[in-house]
């Protein structure tokens, strides 16, 4: 597979007519054409520093998950699939002038981390979803790739989510603006997550289950923990919220794919969210697992995504 | 100075005294005794891997800050000042087998990094807690020191908090436990925040001024910015909102001030916030300040915090 392929630089004509007609990154913000410059602050990119369109217009998948150095062994993991190895194996961070989050990419395929909790991957999902708009990127799909705790999962199992719930079980996202709450849905794109689930049952290599995935604004008392600084609660009190929880057919618990949801689905880009769990919170709330163990386990969601990518862009290929 | 004068190792009778007579760090969770080892996870530090007690029980002052790099660098400025610089000046990140947050140790001054947002610094301070409660430490004092966008103030204005409020200017943090809100105080310790405010008069190097804290969970839309990839308001309505602020006592906004106020209250950590504002958000919404200008500023509540600890140390070797 040749990596100029999914250069927007050899488009034939028809190509182009696609291109025009397909879907781009809309940004919800009529102040921001009055801006010389957009500042991209958390990336240290912007529109008057660098060429976005040149840097980022070929962008076809994006992504993103908590963990620079996850993010980091992602693209790695990914240039091979991809046969699109650098030979000097130098994938350099784009947002290298930062400690913010850390961005690589290889082709058509972006790699983005975002820290961990809603604040943390909003700002970045701000400056992305401005980034792609800028760069005119079209047909994007963007998929997190995170790990979580399980509810009654073996440990190891992956979860595609089907819908993000609050920790009411609610399929909703609370954004405050000028100190009023304004209720987003949290609605993801149900055909992707499908085609995931299939990938996944191609590979064989691991489950992959669909379900309900809790967003919480806290690890510990958030998730019912009892291994906190604090904790007013019981075990047996813990129990029922997760059994709860597992009534509303939660299958795992994290901490961001609701505000991913809501403003991926806001920008018109393809989303979807898959996660490992950890653990099984149902048993335990320590992660004691060896490191090798735990390592194993978030090369997963790398394998299915990976492995969904690649497919699609064979696809792709092959209907040209 | 010499940085032995600060182990516990060295101490006399009447020392050892006044150590059992000071303040520990509390924790308030009873299922924590029953852990045969607890594994401060996000930090790869636990009681089984490592010994607390001789890595941290000197601790006395804890500067947390969301950037990894100001944090290392925060921890060269104060080994400078305390005239205990590693003659290699190595500085090993105590957390170096995990991304999650770094951390670093001069003498009885611990930094660490916490992320960007509550979710992210909530996880850093439950971890943080437990350590200095394993390490027995006794008498700490936590002060974040962070960048925020000021409200009427001159950019590179220094801000220490009085009160940490919320979006609607109200002195609380909501914690959500099993699916409800608990809310809780965010009050920190004013003779402190009147001992940095001192601290800095007598430094007369930059503007220090004391008030209100806005903590929100977004950067965007939650701060009235007009630059995100959404906006439905007015320029009109975003400085009404801001003037609203500002009749409230509001000097600047930032992120993480409620959580960190309400979990060092509950845990007995003397603690306080002190911010550099970045740019007066009545003026403007984007960073366009020179990396230059907006680093100088970014090392004022360094240079505060780090003559403060200076001071006290110097003020507890004298009484001795």
């Known amino acids: 597979m040749n990596s100029a392929f999914f250069s927007p630089m050899d488009m034939d004509q028809k190509e182009k007519q696609k291109e025009q007609s397909s879907s781009p990154i809309y940004v919800h913000n009529p102040h921001l054409d009055a801006l010389k410059d957009d500042i991209l602050y958390h990336f240290s990119l912007g529109t008057g520093s660098h060429n976005l369109p040149a840097m980022f217009g070929d962008v ?163 998730q019912a923990r009892l291994d906190g600084a604090f904790c007013s609660y019981t075990e047996t009190d813990k129990q029922e919220y997760l059994l709860k929880a597992k009534e509303a057919e939660v299958c795992n618990i994290e901490m961001e794919s609701s505000v991913f949801a809501a403003m991926c689905k806001l920008s018109g880009l393809r989303a979807a969210v898959v996660c490992v769990t950890l653990l099984d919170r149902l048993k335990g709330d320590q992660l004691s697992s060896s490191h090798e163990v735990l390592n194993s386990y978030q090369l997963r969601p790398q394998i299915l995504v990976g492995s969904y990518i690649k497919q699609q862009l064979k696809a792709k290929a092959e209907n040209r």
């Not at 240039?79 to 990419?105: F, H, Q, V, W």
């Not at 794109?189 to 379900?211: M, P």
């Open 60 to 222: 076809k998948f994006v992504c993103v998950g908590g963990s620079p150095w996850r993010m980091k062994s992602f693209t790695e993991f990914i240039a091979a699939e991809l046969a699109m190895e650098d030979p000097k194996s130098e994938y350099p961070n784009i947002c290298a002038g930062t400690d913010r989050y850390a961005m690589y990419k290889v082709g058509p395929v972006l790699s983005v981390s975002h820290g961990m909790g809603i604040p943390s991957i909003a700002i970045m999902l701000h400056e992305l979803i401005k980034l792609l708009h800028h760069a005119r990127c079209t047909d994007v799909t963007i998929i997190r790739i995170g790990t979580s705790g399980g509810i009654g999962l073996e440990p190891g199992t992956v979860v595609v989510t089907k819908q993000s719930v609050d920790a009411t079980f609610q399929p909703k996202f609370e954004q405050v603006i000028l100190g009023k709450t304004v209720v987003r849905s949290t609605d993801l794109d149900q055909s992707l997550a499908q085609e995931l689930l299939q990938c996944s049952k191609g590979l064989n290599q691991f489950e992959t289950v669909i379900g309900n995935t809790m967003c919480t604004l806290d690890f510990y008392e958030g």
